[in-house]
């Protein structure tokens, strides 16, 4: 049974910095890649990041692009989203998922098959 459970959210700042991890269970971690997802009140759920199994390459949203970085740990079963310079408009529920193999598009979630249960980060002004 797959499991991904996120944590390191919390208030900050706005400038400040934040890690989330993600520790995935049920899988063999170093066999998927991942992506981290954000969801605001009233707004669809958003890619932030994501990471390939293969070669670790990255891609993230523009809004973020410079300002998170998105990193694995394979030994850990864990993946990280280290956010700096956060701003208010990060506010958000931050979920990490996997990446369903042979889907073709990172940045769209149905393109992930399991889910976390989200953390809150909240940027203060």
């Known amino acids: 049974q797959v499991q991904l459970v996120e944590s390191g959210g919390g208030l900050v700042q706005a400038g400040g910095s934040l890690r989330l991890s993600c520790a995935a269970s049920?899988?063999?971690?170093?066999?998927?890649?991942m992506g981290w997802f954000r969801q605001a009140p009233g707004k669809e759920r958003a890619f932030v990041a994501y990471?390939?199994?293969?070669?670790?390459?990255?891609y993230y949203a523009d809004s973020v692009k410079g300002r998170f970085t998105i990193s694995r740990d394979n030994a850990k079963n864990t993946v990280y989203l280290q956010m700096n310079s956060l701003k208010p408009e990060d506010t958000a529920v931050y979920y990490c998922?996997?990446?369903?193999?042979?889907?073709?598009?990172?940045?769209?979630?149905?393109?992930?098959?399991?889910w976390g249960q989200g953390t809150q980060v909240t940027v203060s002004s």
């Open positions: 998922s996997r990446f369903r193999a042979g889907s073709g598009f990172y940045y769209r979630a149905n393109s992930y098959d399991y």
């Open positions: 990471i390939r199994w293969t070669d670790g390459a990255t």
């Open positions: 049920g899988l063999t971690f170093s066999s998927y890649s």
